[in-house]
């Protein structure tokens, strides 16, 4: 399992745009999206949750700074994280400060 931790430099106002990369980039991780809860903050920001079959992906915007909070966590064995990040990029964002942490649970066959 691999849970991708990164912070993006880019145009967090536009909420649409915000949420079609979010899913843009779930689906070219190789991930089954299940759904989608988001929320707006008054006056700005923008929170959305993405359910996937293999687990979740999140985002939290900054506008006031042009930054943005991404992970995604994914438990299939070997998920495209290099396609996730790239969609970024074409939506005109740029990744910064990007983790990626190997989880197991415990007492799974990956501990042994």
Not at 27 to 52: C, K, N, T
């Amino acid at each position: 399992m691999k849970h991708l931790l990164c912070t993006l430099h880019g145009p967090v106002d536009d909420k649409r745009l915000v949420k079609n990369a979010l899913l843009d980039a779930c689906r070219e991780a190789g991930a089954m999206v299940v759904g989608i809860q988001d929320h707006s903050f008054f006056p700005e920001g923008y929170s959305a949750v993405v359910l996937l079959g293999e687990s979740h992906a999140s985002i939290h915007t900054w506008p006031d700074l042009r930054g943005a909070a991404l992970d995604f966590f994914c438990c299939s064995s070997d998920p495209n994280i290099e396609g996730f990040l790239s969609v970024w990029d074409r939506f005109g964002f740029v990744v910064q400060d990007q983790q990626v942490i190997e989880r197991s649970i415990p007492g799974s066959p990956e501990e042994d």
